[in-house]
């Protein structure tokens, strides 16, 4: 199972950002998928969470409003759309896969990640 992130890259404060993460080698459909990032400095953190079919989501109160994750089964793509972001957004970003169905919050309950992402937001 590999997953790989894309869209990164560097901003300006206010900008927006669109992440993919596609995965191959097994099918994934069905499992739950989330973004985290790991901030300069700091742990790997949560961001977003969304459910198999798409229709359940869960949010850091930090992406809570200008992040919005979704998926496409079809294509075994999971997306971040980033709106209006803030320095202190920056971090590599990345996509996550859970066999579980909870849109649990923490790294150890994901299985499969994919390599990161950069995004860099200027002031």
């Known amino acids: 199972v590999q997953l790989q992130a894309s869209g990164g890259g560097l901003v300006q404060a206010g900008d927006s950002l669109r992440l993919s993460c596609v995965g191959s080698?097994?099918?994934?459909?069905?499992?739950?998928k989330a973004w985290f990032r790991q901030l300069p400095g700091k742990e790997r953190e949560f961001v977003a969470a969304?459910?198999?079919?798409?229709?359940?989501?869960r949010y850091a109160d930090s992406a809570q409003g200008r992040f919005t994750i979704s998926r496409d089964n079809a294509d075994n793509t999971v997306a971040l759309q980033m709106n209006n972001l803030k320095p202190e957004d920056t971090g590599v970003y990345y996509c996550?896969?859970?066999?579980?169905?909870?849109?649990?919050?923490?790294?150890?309950?994901?299985?499969?990640w994919g390599q990161g992402t950069l995004v860099t937001v200027s002031s």
């Open positions: 996550a896969a859970s066999r579980e169905f909870s849109l649990g919050s923490s790294s150890y309950e994901y299985d499969y």
């Open positions: 969304i459910s198999g079919h798409g229709r359940e989501t």
């Open positions: 080698g097994r099918t994934l459909t069905m499992y739950t």
